[in-house]
């Protein structure tokens, strides 16, 4: 359990990180405010020739594809470890990407991304999972956050063999990605015998209380049973939320209204505003020289016990 102390440190990230942070580079600042707000994955891939040197097979990594953990085509995860086999057991983070519950991949061949996130947590001593779920229209709630409790199950009975320590798991997941991990902490009906399993989670631009309909449905009554923030308000885990400067307006509204909800209840997460980031720039970032989005969360990472 976190002190009230601990959790105070914590949120201070909010109003002024105590690492010395890299800021976006001047080029791509001024091209992700022309973009901005729009959600323009090919056009934000500004940071893609940072990573011009970053080829598989990567030097010191072990990455072994779609491992499956269900049935389904889309139940596969990518699995990333430092070579050689580590000795100490090694903290487990689990990546979920964006893409409105209807689109995304953990990574797109000939692409950088999510590669540079499974990399940069290798680097600093972590074992990465990056995965997929089942998306819709043809799967709606709850499949998508069954997928992650099934990861979870996965990780557990697993990792212990690829160096990994299944009591010390962190999920990260970004807009999509953050829905379902606040919807998988917040719903004890996805959680095990042992409970949901998490040592903290870490979501980026969620859109929260504003769930995709095509896969949290239409209907008023159902919908609100399906969001995730009164359940986020019993959580005991720390929580990382963040959104950026020039995000899409639902993005922040609704960072800014979940952490309301949570500080309102006794529960603040540490929550950041990435300066000069858009909606997809955040998670591009990550593994180049700009430090602004991966050096508040590399220290939120090693506060996590």
Same mark, same amino acid.
């Given at each position: ?51 011009a ?52 991949d ?6 950088p ?9 290798t ?5 990465g ?8 229209p ?5 499949a ?10 996965w990780?557990q009975?697993? +990792? %212990?063999? #690829?160096? @990994? ?7 990260? *997941? &970004?807009s999509?990605? $953050?829905?379902? +991990? %606040?919807? #998988?902490? @917040? ?7 042992? *409970? &949901?399993?998490?040592k $903290? ?15 949290? *449905?239409?209907?008023?009554a ?29 993005a922040?509204?609704q960072g ?15 929550y ?31 506060k996590?016990?």
């Amino acid at each position: 359990m976190y002190s009230l102390s601990f959790v105070a440190a914590l949120f201070t990230l909010t109003a002024a990180p105590s690492v010395a942070l890299a800021q976006v580079p001047p080029d791509i600042a001024e091209g992700i405010r022309k973009i901005s707000p729009v959600v323009d994955g090919p056009g934000t891939r500004l940071y893609a020739p940072l990573f011009a040197s970053q080829k598989e097979p990567y030097p010191d990594v072990t990455v072994v594809r779609d491992i499956a953990y269900g049935a389904d085509p889309l139940q596969k995860l990518d699995l990333f470890t430092a070579t050689p086999p580590p000795g100490a057991a090694k903290p487990v983070v689990v990546y979920l990407h964006s893409g409105g519950f209807e689109r995304g991949d953990k990574h797109a061949a000939g692409s950088p991304f999510y590669d540079n996130i499974m990399l940069w947590l290798t680097r600093r001593d972590m074992i990465g999972v990056n995965v997929n779920y089942r998306l819709a229209p043809k799967h709606v709630w709850p499949a998508a956050h069954e997928d992650l409790a099934a990861v979870v199950r996965w990780i557990q009975a697993n +990792i %212990a063999q #690829y160096g @990994g320590d299944p009591d010390h798991l962190v999920l990260w *997941g &970004h807009s999509a990605g $953050a829905d379902l +991990i %606040a919807g #998988y902490v @917040g719903h004890s009906q996805f959680h095990g015998p042992k *409970g &949901h399993g998490v040592k $903290a989670a870490i979501m980026l631009s969620g859109y929260y209380e504003k769930g995709m309909p095509a896969y949290f *449905g239409t209907d008023p009554a159902e919908r609100e049973r399906r969001l995730s923030t009164e359940g986020l308000k019993k959580a005991t885990i720390p929580l990382f939320v963040a959104r950026t400067e020039f995000d899409t307006p639902t993005a922040v509204e609704q960072g800014d209204a979940l952490k309301k909800g949570l500080c309102d209840a006794g529960r603040c997460p540490t929550y950041v505003v990435f300066k000069e980031h858009s909606h997809l720039s955040q998670a591009f970032s990550v593994g180049t020289t700009d430090t602004s989005v991966s050096g508040p969360i590399l220290e939120f990472l090693r506060k996590v016990e």
